[in-house]
């Protein structure tokens, strides 16, 4: 059986209060998983530790074969489309990897309605 | 009374693709608002326009005197706690108005929740 695993990819930053909400909404999202046994990870894309080439290598070294990468950005512009893609390129080119890099969840349609719900709350506030 | 208006901030990218979404957005909050004369505005923090200058001074133009910024960030790195205020200060020394620069909308709870629900949804098909 392929041995598959998840990378939420953040943007990164080299300011630690940037990086902690990231952090604990990992948090949230592994307790909501009833698969320990499938590993959830958090990666940057730049700026900060761990990278997603630390990530991804650290995920094969345990025999993972397969690699979900879905983006904690709110839209994919120059790094969803070119360096992203460039990153995992190279990565499956020196590791017996697949990487699926999924459209970002920022703004799907049940995230853009949070926070339509939370600018009409503080406007109306 | 004091006329006040609502200025969504993202960061800004020179790819179109990437702006796309939150001039999307932007309509949806808009839809949702039952009150026209508040102004509500999406501007940019850099690489694309209309940038937050020039923003804030078209809606001085406009007779508005308070305006509260509400970024369309995950979270507050040294964009949100240094280049805007700075650029806050610059605006407010030079025009008739006072700007208040919230906390960025991006991981309000209603929001780090409906984020988490689509990634165990992605991570459970």
Redesign the interface.
């Known amino acids: 059986m392929t041995r598959s695993a998840?990378i939420?990819l953040?943007h990164g930053?080299?300011?630690a209060?940037?990086?902690?909400?990231?952090t604990?909404?990992t948090e949230?999202?592994r307790s909501?998983?009833d698969n320990d046994e499938?590993p959830?990870r958090l990666a940057y894309m730049e700026l900060a530790e761990p990278s997603l080439e630390h990530t991804v290598t650290e995920l094969c070294q345990m025999g993972v074969q397969q690699i979900?990468v879905?983006p904690?950005f709110?839209?994919?512009?120059?790094h969803l489309?070119r360096d992203v893609p460039a990153q995992i390129t190279a990565l499956e080119s020196v590791l017996s990897v697949q990487i699926t890099l999924?459209p970002p969840?920022?703004?799907?349609p049940?995230?853009?309605?949070?926070?339509?719900?939370?600018?009409?709350r503080?406007?109306q506030s």
């Open positions: 998840t939420l953040a930053s080299s300011d209060n940037w990086l902690a909400p990231f604990q909404l949230q999202i909501g998983l499938h959830l979900d879905l904690l709110f839209a994919a512009g120059r489309r999924h969840v920022g703004l799907e049940e995230v853009a309605d949070a926070i339509s719900h939370v600018v009409l503080k406007l």
